[in-house]
């Protein structure tokens, strides 16, 4: 069966069964390619749900009551970037984790989000890896406002230098590969204690961490670790936010608290805490960035003295 034949003029010629065939087949490989795209991009989508799923899953058992850091972690078998978004929408604020994995070298964006009202998540707005490492400590403001939690990618390795022998203790304790304690090399992230030349600089005298320039202000409300650690985590952006967020917890818990010590009143107790407990919501509530911390932990201090004091403890 001949394919081309010449006609008279000497031009090739292509029969119409064999024209229609490779047609068909062009639109045949372009439907493919098209499919295969859609396929791979849902796909995708569906492991970064399964991938949100299971950080959510992961950070339930880090809440805890107790004061000990909690720590565990995560490997994904794709290049991921975790985008770590805050808002001041509501209540309480909102938490989201929107996630992008690579595929065919080149990143896919969804529109899967994973969002929290009760959580703190404390990194640099982007992450990425494929093991991340997460743990986490009880902030006390007096009482327990919630638990912050810290996500490293194991591609940043931080080195602590000159730090004081509590906190070596306790980042030994967390044995996680990307902190280390000695020994720094060139593309470690350096936090100083003191004064050096670092990427990040504690200051424990000024109560802040300064990082590209900026200062972002922690208190030493019982445990000044658990705010230090999630300035030294977090970009400027995320860690306002975040705190921006506990800040308006402690607003509604403090009202909690006020309706609480009406109700252990009628029952004897005489704490007079309420008027107390009253500054400390309008404080916290309107809190504009994380230098004001100073003034709302002097009211803390107040109302935590006052309820160690008092016969009827609320907390």
Request: charge should be negative; include cysteine.
């Amino acid at each position: 069966m001949k394919i081309f034949k010449k006609n008279r003029s000497g031009a090739l010629e292509i029969s119409f069964g064999w024209l229609f065939a490779i047609i068909a087949g062009i639109v045949i490989i372009f439907l493919a390619i098209y499919l295969s795209s859609k396929l791979i991009g849902t796909q995708q989508e569906s492991i970064s749900a399964e991938t949100g799923t299971e950080i959510e899953t992961l950070l339930n058992p880090l809440e805890t009551s107790f004061e000990s850091s909690q720590t565990t972690s995560i490997s994904i078998p794709t290049e991921t970037r975790i985008n770590n978004k805050c808002n001041l929408i509501g209540t309480f604020g909102e938490q989201l984790i929107q996630l992008d994995q690579k595929s065919f070298n080149k990143w896919v964006e969804t529109d899967v989000n994973v969002n929290f009202h009760n959580k703190y998540l404390f990194s640099n707005s982007e992450i990425t890896g494929k093991k991340f490492y997460i743990f986490s400590k009880s902030f006390n403001f007096p009482f327990k406002i919630a638990d912050l939690i810290y996500i490293t990618s194991a591609n940043d390795r931080y080195c602590f230098v000159n730090a004081p022998n509590e906190i070596v203790k306790e980042l030994s304790e967390l044995n996680q590969s990307n902190i280390i304690l000695e020994n720094c090399g060139e593309e470690d992230i350096q936090v100083c204690f003191g004064t050096g030349k670092c990427d990040i600089n504690v200051d424990f005298t000024s109560n802040f961490v300064k990082k590209n320039n900026t200062k972002l202000y922690f208190t030493n409300v019982e445990d000044s670790r658990t705010l230090m650690y999630a300035a030294i985590f977090s970009d400027k952006a995320t860690y306002e936010c975040q705190v921006k967020r506990l800040m308006m917890r402690v607003k509604e818990l403090s009202s909690l608290y006020i309706r609480k010590e009406l109700i252990v009143k009628e029952k004897g107790c005489e704490d007079n805490l309420g008027g107390s407990l009253g500054i400390l919501s309008e404080l916290a509530g309107n809190l504009n960035n994380s230098n004001e911390l100073e003034i709302v932990k002097i009211s803390a201090d107040d109302v935590n003295e006052k309820n160690d004091a008092g016969g009827c403890f609320l907390w």
